[in-house]
C-alpha cells in the first residue's frame, strides 16, 4: 500500500504562487508516475500534470502550460507543482496520485492506483 500526502495549499491572489508537495509512504517514486489532479465542487477531477520519475518526463494540461511545474524533490523524496501566476479559475481541491500508467493513461484518472487527501488551493481577491 503507498498512502499519499499534498501539502502547500492556501489561500493566495491572483497572479500569486504556490508550491504544492507530495510525499509517499515509502519515501520514493522510484518506478511509478506522479499525477497531479483538481477538482472543484460538483465538477469533476481534471487533469494537471505529472512527472514520471524516473527519467523525469513531464506532462501537463494545455490549460496551465507555461504556468505549473511538474518536477522532482530530491531532498524530500516528493514531487512539487509549483504554481505560477494564478487564476481563480485555478481554485479547487489538488490531489496527487501515484501509478504506473502507460502513455495513454498518464492524463487520465484511471492511469493512477493511489491518492492523496487534497489539498484546497484558492485563488481569490
Known amino acids: 500500500q503507498v498512502q499519499l500526502v499534498e501539502s502547500g495549499g492556501g489561500v493566495v491572489q491572483p497572479g500569486g504562487s504556490l508550491r504544492l508537495s507530495c510525499s509517499s509512504s515509502?519515501?520514493?517514486?522510484?518506478?511509478?508516475?506522479v499525477g497531479w489532479f483538481r477538482q472543484a465542487p460538483e465538477k469533476d477531477r481534471e487533469f494537471v500534470g505529472a512527472?514520471?520519475?524516473?527519467?523525469?518526463?513531464?506532462y501537463y494540461a494545455d490549460s496551465v502550460k507555461g504556468r505549473f511545474t511538474v518536477s522532482r524533490n530530491y531532498a524530500n523524496n516528493a514531487v512539487d507543482l509549483q504554481m505560477n501566476s494564478l487564476k481563480p479559475d485555478d481554485t479547487a481541491v489538488y490531489y496527487c496520485?501515484?501509478?504506473?500508467?502507460?502513455?495513454?493513461?498518464?492524463?487520465?484518472?484511471?492511469?493512477?492506483?493511489?491518492w492523496g487527501q487534497g489539498t484546497p488551493v484558492t485563488v481569490s481577491s
Open positions: 496520485a501515484a501509478g504506473r500508467p502507460i502513455v495513454g493513461t498518464i492524463r487520465q484518472l484511471q492511469g493512477y492506483d493511489y
Open positions: 515509502r519515501r520514493t517514486f522510484s518506478n511509478y508516475a
Open positions: 512527472l514520471r520519475w524516473t527519467n523525469g518526463a513531464t
